[in-house]
């Protein structure tokens, strides 16, 4: 990853600017393209175009994740159809723009939560591009680093995400491309994800153990994991999901991607038996076994609402009140729209010592998010937290 300075917005928009005169030279130079003509043929994307892309891309996610931060706006809105002198679509530049303002508002609940960022470091590689007619596909890697300020004077030291979009560009009759849409593609929750997404789960069975939901006020009252006469090893869980959050095992199947809901409970299973869980053999869609490897894995081992079954049958966990009330190890779920079927699980990696759990997660990849960035992004949402 690189790593650059917060860039004024009146700096972002001449960033934004360049990437897209850079689009249109590396337009003018298609040897399929006529510059005095009123029409075009369908355009091909060179390297130099590809190249104006990743850098428009990194323009786009710097300043939403910059809104987190000092939460600034450009001189120029967006809904006027530009991003500085860049040619949005309408819908493109009023995407863009409420998404701004959702994510300063969101500045705004984190700092009455307790909660500020003093810099962000944002950078975007071009994973793919696809061309259709007169439609390019950029499907693009976003990896953002945010430095926590010290409000509470305990607070670790950074967080970070690596999060997957896909932006949509169309030429028009002469060839200038112009951004139309950009789209969230993971099926998990970052800093800057100004809505959630989930991917549902089957049905939940009404006879399987229900877990009671978490409060989330703050301060939460005393609950402090008992450490003696267990086998489990705590730190070993967060150790292995802080080196393991970006950088999958390869000795476990990567879910991301399948259309299966992603990776966030497998990556959770892991750190649990990185701990100490031990194997439950048996047949894979009993939730009363737990296992899992390169080859094979139970459903309670990958499944969001399967592993909560048999955490709750086995006794391995207990829930817990309130998600402030989380220490390393503990696991956090949330129903993103409390339908009854869970979608989402978390692992605690660190936990101030104020009493803030920061989750470490995948789908998306996260390192220490603080579980108040997590609740001000999905206030609707339902919690539940298991003490392991």
Sequence with gaps: MRSRTPIPARRRATIVAAAVASIAVGAALLPTWSAGAASVDDPAVDAATRAAFQRLADAVFTDR??????????????????????????????????????????????AR????????????????????????????????????????????GTTG?????????????????????????????????VAGRSVKAPTVDDTMPSAPRAATTYPAPAKPKTLTGTALNYQAMAAYAEKHWSNYNKDYPDFNG????????????????????????????????????AEIQSHSFIGVNEWSWFAQNSKRTTSLANVYQMDVGDVLQMDFDKDGSKDHTMVVSYRSPQGVPYLTYHSTNTYRRSVASIIASYSNAAFYAYRT
Excluded at 128 to 136: E, K, L, N, Q
Excluded at 183 to 193: K, Q, S, Y
């Design 65 to 110: 994740t910059q809104a987190l931060v000092d939460g600034e706006r450009s001189a120029r809105p967006l809904t006027d159809g530009f991003l500085g002198d860049v040619r949005l679509s309408s819908g493109a530049a009023r995407g863009e723009d409420a998404a701004r303002s959702t994510l300063d508002r969101r500045k705004d609940l984190l």
């Design 113 to 156: 939560l307790g909660e500020r960022y003093r810099k962000a470091d944002t950078a975007v590689t071009l994973d793919a591009t696809r061309v259709t007619g007169r439609t390019a596909k950029a499907e693009v890697t976003e990896t953002t680093t945010l430095t926590y300020d010290k409000v509470r004077g305990d607070e670790p």
């Design 161 to 193: 995400f690596q999060a997957h979009h896909e932006l949509t560009f169309t030429a028009g009759p002469r060839g200038d491309w112009q951004l139309t849409a950009v789209r969230d593609t993971d099926p998990g929750i970052a800093v800057n994800t």
């Design 258 to 293: 399948r259309g299966d809901g992603g990776d966030c409970t497998n990556f959770v299973s892991q750190s649990l038996k990185a701990g100490g869980w031990k194997h439950v053999p048996g047949y894979v869609y009993d939730y009363t076994r737990w296992f899992g490897n």
